[in-house]
């Protein structure tokens, strides 16, 4: 089975903080995705990565950066949280053998 | 890049009945249309997906159908039960796996 986690389910930052996210999965995937999820919206992509080290931008990267040192491991970066950054932040994992992407608990991040 | 429409943004059906989901994508380069389920409080999961060398594909209750020429698919629910009830959102993609997808639509099934 799958298991895509994110180091917290709820957060509460200050406008101004640097806040960490971060994704683990365990299946060996490659290609790893940041995603906000608001109300009306849908999904929107942040960021991906196809390989360690490797990252792209998504539809909605600005205020955004990533990183991924290891392959299990994609952590998202707001440089300077701001409150239009409030929301739903998912994470994703896809195999290239199986299409399906398989998302994470979700963090609701909260930015006052 | 890909734009994709979803409709209706709401969905409210008698238990038993079907309904029907619709999605218009707009770059004709995407070539596979996945549907995914949300639970209240859960995470997105695939229901079903069509590769665009395919019209139509089937799984018990759910099916999706395929239009390129007219650039849209859609979702196909039957017999509709309570556990139906949920967020669903249509997404395409091209080979690179990068979704974009519909705003969503939340489907009410009354009993």
């Known amino acids: 089975d799958v298991k895509v986690t994110q180091s917290s389910r709820y957060l509460v930052k200050r406008t101004g903080e640097k806040v960490f996210l971060e994704c683990v999965q365990d299946?060996?995937?490659?290609?790893m995705f940041w995603y906000r999820q608001d109300p009306g919206l849908g999904l929107r992509l942040i960021y991906f990565s196809y390989d360690v080290k490797m990252k792209e931008k998504g539809d909605i990267p600005e205020g955004y950066s990533v990183s991924r040192e290891k392959k299990e491991r994609f952590s998202l970066i707001l440089e300077s949280a701001s409150t239009n950054q409030t929301s739903m932040y998912l994470c994703?994992?896809?195999?290239?053998?199986?299409?399906?992407?398989?998302f994470g608990p979700g963090t609701r991040l909260t930015v006052t | 890049g890909e734009n994709v429409e979803q409709h209706p943004s709401t969905l409210s059906v008698q238990e038993g009945d079907s309904a029907v989901i619709k999605c218009t994508y707009s770059d004709s380069a995407s070539n596979y249309f996945p549907w995914y389920k949300q639970e209240l409080g859960k995470r997105p999961q695939l229901i079903i997906d069509?590769?665009?060398?395919?019209g139509e594909k089937k799984d018990q209750r759910i099916a999706v159908t395929l239009n390129k020429t007219a650039k849209h698919f859609s979702l196909h629910i039957t017999e509709t039960q309570p556990e139906d009830s949920a967020v669903y959102f249509c997404a395409a993609a091209t080979n690179d796996y990068k979704l974009s997808f519909g705003a969503g639509t939340t489907v009410t099934v009354r009993a």
């Open positions: 299946m060996d995937h490659e290609n």
């Open positions: 994703a994992t896809h195999s290239s053998y199986r299409d399906e992407q398989y």
């Open positions: 069509i590769r665009s060398n395919v």
